[in-house]
């Protein structure tokens, strides 16, 4: 039952406990939500492939059962406003998107659902987004389907009323017509048109290993424990911290998203590696991202911190700090979110912070 919500993210202060946007999201879309039955809606600025990535299935599988999802967003041809990957991905799940050239004025985030009986809204400062679902400090509060019906909300006549509104408004349809003016408004996330990263995006990951990380670092060839994939398992909430995750699973039927991703091994003597980082929609919905040059290396123990530095759009630099380095003391602080229940956690510092934090005598 979906109860009135406030909270500021990243699980800085919640009313009922969610940590963040897309926790709320999760409820008001997923556990609330009969597949094929009423109508989602998405209203925001600003919107990217990863904004969307834990719903995409979601949506699909709604529409193909009968029911309705509706995508509002901003656009424009000088600012990167929404991405063409994002429309493109809502419009193969069966979303009606609409693209408003007009990016001064649309700021406004709404997202929500209706049926026959009841209707829920949430109303955030967070863009469907990356950051704007889990990283970026952005309030949300969510409204029961008693408060909108007290407000006097409805999904219906807000889409309406949006849509009568003398705006210069395009409905994209796929295949993609690059000479149409609707994508000519939608910037392009694709990580070969550009390798530079915004200030905002130069942060390093710092994540306290477990024993599922480090097992097959530390495992002998061909022992049971060097079975598998070497991974390093990460949160749920690592989508803006990431290209786009524009690559769907090949094979199984669980839904995963993918990026590939360049890797540089500091401690392996600045060895560089193609790596896969993968988000499970269908399973764990959390992160997992390939570190198989570890593998059998000894390089880290369980409980050390592997900083993950982003250099680039899709290109990382790795390191460890053991347990008993003096650079180990000065990083652990910031790692303040925990992941499950045994200990495991990370955190995000500016780049600029973490060179002069291992830097500082």
């Not at 800085?12 to 926790?23: A, D, F, M, P, V």
Request: proline residues 4%; charged residues 25%; hydrophobic residues 35%.
């Amino acid at each position: 039952m979906i109860t009135d919500e406030f909270l500021l993210q990243p699980n800085i202060y919640s009313t009922q406990g969610k940590k963040t946007l897309l926790g709320l999201l999760e409820e008001h879309w997923i556990e609330n939500v009969t597949p094929g039955v009423g109508d989602i809606y998405i209203l925001s600025g600003f919107g990217n492939y990863n904004g969307g990535v834990r719903f995409y299935d979601i949506f699909k599988n709604h529409i193909k059962r009968g029911g309705r999802v509706f995508a509002m967003f901003a656009g424009s041809t000088s600012q990167k406003l929404t991405s063409k990957q994002l429309v493109e991905k809502l419009l193969d799940c069966g979303a009606s998107v609409s693209v408003l050239n007009r990016k001064r004025i649309m700021h406004a985030k709404l997202f929500g659902y209706k049926n026959s009986n009841q209707q829920t809204l949430i109303v955030t400062s967070g863009n469907f987004t990356g950051p704007g679902m889990t990283q970026n400090v952005e309030a949300a509060i969510g409204l029961s389907p008693e408060r909108v019906k007290e407000v006097g909300f409805d999904w219906e006549n807000f889409y309406g009323a949006y849509h009568s509104q003398d705006w210069d408004l395009y409905t994209p349809v796929i295949p993609i017509n690059t000479a149409a003016p609707e994508w000519k408004l939608l910037y392009d996330e694709d990580q070969r048109i550009s390798s530079k990263i915004e200030e905002i995006e130069a942060n390093t990951m710092l994540l306290m290993l477990g024993h599922a990380d480090t097992v097959r670092i530390n495992a002998e060839p061909g022992t049971p424990e060097s079975k598998g994939s070497q991974y390093f398992w990460l949160s749920k909430d690592a989508f803006d911290f990431f290209p786009a995750l524009t690559i769907p699973n090949a094979r199984g039927e669980k839904p995963t998203y993918s990026a590939l991703v360049k890797i540089k091994y500091l401690d392996l003597d600045n060895l560089e590696d193609e790596s896969r980082v993968t988000f499970e929609a269908g399973n764990n919905v959390d992160f997992r991202l390939g570190t198989g040059p570890l593998r059998y290396t000894k390089l880290a123990q369980e409980g050390d911190i592997a900083a993950i530095t982003r250099t680039a759009n899709a290109e990382y630099d790795l390191k460890i700090y053991k347990q008993s380095s003096e650079d180990f003391k000065k990083l652990e602080k910031y790692m303040v979110t925990f992941i499950g229940h045994r200990g495991k956690k990370y955190g995000y510092i500016p780049n600029e912070t973490f060179d002069q934090t291992i830097k500082t005598p």
